[in-house]
């Protein structure tokens, strides 16, 4: 790091900061270019990432143009905003990162001595065989693998039933447990988990008008795969339902039984069109995917976060 490099953060800026020569100013910067491209990295690996800047000053007394100091975060669901420190250390020499990954020299195994061999004394006698051919015993092979297929079927069906089970267990208590807060924060997870299941994750930096945007294009495109929408297809709109999980951030307490059963029959209709939308075998994997059981369950605003991101 070095203070009086010159300023500046876009693209060109950043590429001259991590590929130019040292001996011509590469590779040297402020906090500045050391949190922006940490950020632009992050990004390019889909991650979710800002700069925030703030003042170093140390003690009372004024603070001034050069006590500014830049640092990127990273959000992360269910925390927030990390904030990540990629300046180097002052009492270390920066080193090429090759060096960890070049693999340790393979070191000779060691030398083993062969193993004597047995003489003629020393061989075992042979053993006579038996008079008569021997007879069969136990449980034949055809009926061992038989028995061994129909309990793995069995096991396999178990399993499955267990997940379906637990997958609207799950659904169940979003829906219809709580308060109207948590029932209309658990109608959008509803959302997002099937806009995953889908294959169209949306991204914790997204404002609930924008997963709500992206949820609307998901269906249409999966119903524009299959067959055009008809009589038995109605249109499902995710703007209301964003529009109750916005009311609920920014308005803790307002939220009503009725906006929470609103919500919670959007959920179901949208998750059922977009189930409905996916070919046949898709929508058998849909049912057992273990996926909802593990993924993160802590709901936060997506227009909460947008609005303090900007």
């Known amino acids: 790091m070095v203070a009086d490099a010159p300023s500046g953060h876009a693209y060109p800026n950043l590429e001259f900061f991590l590929f130019g020569p040292r001996s011509g100013g590469g590779q040297r910067g402020t906090s500045e270019q050391f949190a ?23 003690g009372d007394g004024p603070v001034r143009a050069a006590d500014a100091f830049a640092w990127p975060e990273v959000l992360f ?23 960890d990954f070049r693999p340790a020299p393979d070191e000779p195994p060691p030398s083993e001595a062969p193993e004597p061999t047995p003489g003629p004394a020393e ?19 055809p009926v061992l693998v038989g028995g061994g297929a129909g309990g793995l079927v069995l096991l396999v069906g178990a399993a499955l039933a267990v997940l379906v089970a637990l ?43 924008e997963v709500a945007a992206r949820a609307h294009a998901a269906l249409a495109e999966a119903r524009a795969g299959t067959s055009p929408p008809g009589p038995g297809m109605p249109e499902v709109d995710v703007a209301e339902l964003a529009g109750l999980l ?28 977009l189930r409905a939308a996916r070919p046949w075998w898709r929508r058998l994997l849909w049912s057992v995917h273990p996926g909802p059981l593990r993924w ?3 709901v936060s605003s997506p227009a909460a976060e947008q609005v303090c991101s900007r």
Do not use: C, H, K
Not at 39 to 53: H, I, K, Q, S
Not at 188 to 197: H, I, K, P
Not at 249 to 270: K, N, S, W
């Open 296 to 298: 993160p369950t802590a």
């Open 167 to 209: 997958r609207r267990s799950r659904s169940r208590v979003r829906l219809f447990a709580g308060d109207p807060a948590q029932r209309i924060s658990g109608a959008w997870r509803e959302v997002t988990d099937a806009l995953r299941l889908a294959g169209r994750p949306a991204g914790g930096d997204l404002a609930a008008t």
């Open 36 to 58: 922006a491209a940490f950020a632009v990295l992050g990004r390019l690996a889909g991650l979710p990432t800002r700069v925030v800047v703030g003042f170093s000053s140390p």
């Open 123 to 141: 061989s075992a006698p042979p053993v006579a065989a038996p008079g008569g051919p021997a007879e069969p015993a136990g449980v034949s092979t």
């Open 77 to 99: 669901s269910g925390v927030g905003w990390v904030p990540f420190d990629p300046l180097p250390r002052p009492d270390e020499q920066p080193r090429p990162v090759e060096e």
């Open 246 to 273: 916005n009311q609920q951030a920014f308005a803790p307490g307002a939220t009503t039984a009725e906006q929470a059963e609103r919500a919670a029959a959007v959920a179901a209709a949208y998750t059922a069109a």
